[in-house]
């Protein structure tokens, strides 16, 4: 039997590095949903909703107004794209007891623009609990890889500003962030081993998944957890 439905839904952020599969892992997630017959919803960071993508072209668009942000004001801006990601997507998701999984959420800010540039990560926690009105993810998962391993993974002219203009250290800063996010909040975060064939992170996705209190059931962890097929008909969103 499934537990297709609840009355609230399920919020769980995947999070990691540059390059680490989330939007592979997001993707995967929505198959097995749809398989089970659970209501999905993506939540994608920054960005998801029109605002955000406007707000994402000023943060990444090509040329000197992306390039000449000072780290607040990314910071502000990650917050604002999330603020309206939250309103439009996260809270109406969880309303209709759908599993919503948001690639990226509050953490990535405090990773990046925390531990990465320098910013509070007091200030920031305090401007995560403004922007989301207190909303926590019920899971968070965190994909860990070596960031030399995930910037290879992208092509270098698919390069975000954060992945061209800051080095190597700025990127062991953001892991080191995740970790330690992690281990201050155990309860909340299961830690995966990104370096490995997708198939296998995604058992243990699910497996982790798998010990939410009263979660969502998506099947047998790593039974056919390789297996990327969707229904023909498939919507992003089923309703009923
Ligand atoms: P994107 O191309 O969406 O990369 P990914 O698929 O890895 O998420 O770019 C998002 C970039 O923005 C990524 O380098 C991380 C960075 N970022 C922040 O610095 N702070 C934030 O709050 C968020 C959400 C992302």
Excluded: C
């Excluded at 994608?44 to 955000?52: H, I, L, M």
């Excluded at 998962?141 to 080095?167: C, M, Q, S, W, Y």
């Amino acid at each position: 039997m499934t537990r297709g439905r609840r009355s609230r839904g399920w919020f769980i952020t995947i999070e990691g590095p540059d390059g680490s599969g989330k939007t592979d892992q997001a993707a995967r997630l929505r198959a097995r949903a749809r398989a089970a017959g659970i209501p999905f919803v993506l939540a994608r960071e920054p960005g998801g909703t029109a605002a955000g993508e406007r707000i994402r072209d000023i943060l990444f668009g090509s040329g000197a107004v992306s390039a000449g942000l000072d780290r607040r004001t990314d910071a502000l801006l990650f917050n604002a794209s999330r603020a309206q990601l939250v309103a439009e997507v996260v809270e109406p998701g969880l309303a209709d007891g759908a599993l919503v999984v948001a690639t990226r959420f509050a953490d990535s800010t405090v990773a990046y623009q925390g531990h990465g540039s320098g910013l509070s990560v007091e200030d920031l926690r305090t401007i995560e609990r403004f922007t989301t009105a207190g909303l926590r993810p019920d899971l968070t998962i965190l994909l860990d890889l070596e960031p030399e391993i995930g910037l290879g993974r992208k092509a270098v002219d698919d390069h975000n500003k954060f992945e061209t203009h800051f080095d190597l250290d700025f990127h062991r800063r953001v892991r080191a962030g995740y970790l330690a996010m992690a281990t201050d909040e155990p309860e909340r975060f299961a830690i995966v081993d990104a370096n490995r064939p997708a198939g296998d992170v995604f058992g243990d996705v699910l497996r982790a998944i798998g010990r939410l209190p009263d979660g969502p059931d998506l099947g047998v962890a790593g039974s056919d957890s390789d297996s990327r097929s969707e229904p023909r008909a498939a919507r992003s969103r089923i309703p009923g």
